[in-house]
């Protein structure tokens, strides 16, 4: 994927989200999921763009429509996949905004699991530091917060391009 335009839509797109320019960033992948269709090619890309935008979404607050996007793109993955973690991370996140932490838990740690089996190790920081600060410090659970960021921060500082680091050090602040 690397070096095409749909690669350079994705990188521009997690560019722009980590600037908290959410709606240029959906249009991105939109442009990326319209080059895809209309190339045919790379079309093992398109759940995972569709439930980027879902992410976004539901970083702009709009958790029905988050959860209706990852829906959509949750129908076209592979279980076994880095859009299935994505979309599970979706999932977790909206459902623990909307006060169903064990719930929210149940879901992290599933895609936690997954995360680790399929070796995305690039993209665990994102489970841990949801679970970290979406279930366990809502529940006063400072010390299963502090240790799940801990491990967050260290795996993002292994390659820190594009990582929200400073979240991860905002938690551990705040914690103690």
């Not at 994505?86 to 909206?94: T, V």
Request: aromatic share 10%; charged share 25%; hydrophobic share 40%.
């Amino acid at each position: 994927m690397a070096g095409d335009p749909v690669s350079t839509l994705f990188n521009e797109s997690q560019e722009l989200e980590h600037k908290g320019e959410y709606s240029q960033a959906i249009y991105r992948l939109q442009e990326a999921i319209n080059l895809i269709d209309k190339n045919g090619s790379q079309a093992r890309e398109k759940p995972l763009a569709i439930v980027r935008v879902g992410w976004l979404e539901f970083l702009q607050g709009h958790y029905l429509e988050a959860r209706q996007t990852t829906d959509s793109g949750m129908s076209l993955v592979d279980p076994k996949s880095q859009a299935a973690y994505e979309g599970m991370i979706n999932y977790a996140a909206i459902i623990a905004e909307t006060s169903d932490l064990v719930g929210a838990e149940k879901i992290y740690t599933q895609a936690i699991e997954l995360c680790r089996e399929l070796g995305l190790e690039n993209l665990l920081y994102r489970g841990l530091h949801g679970v970290a600060v979406g279930v366990y410090l809502p529940r006063g659970q400072f010390d299963l917060s502090l240790s799940f960021e801990r491990e967050a921060l260290l795996l993002a500082r292994r390659d820190p391009v594009n990582k929200p680091i400073w979240k991860f050090l905002n938690t551990i602040a705040w914690v103690h």
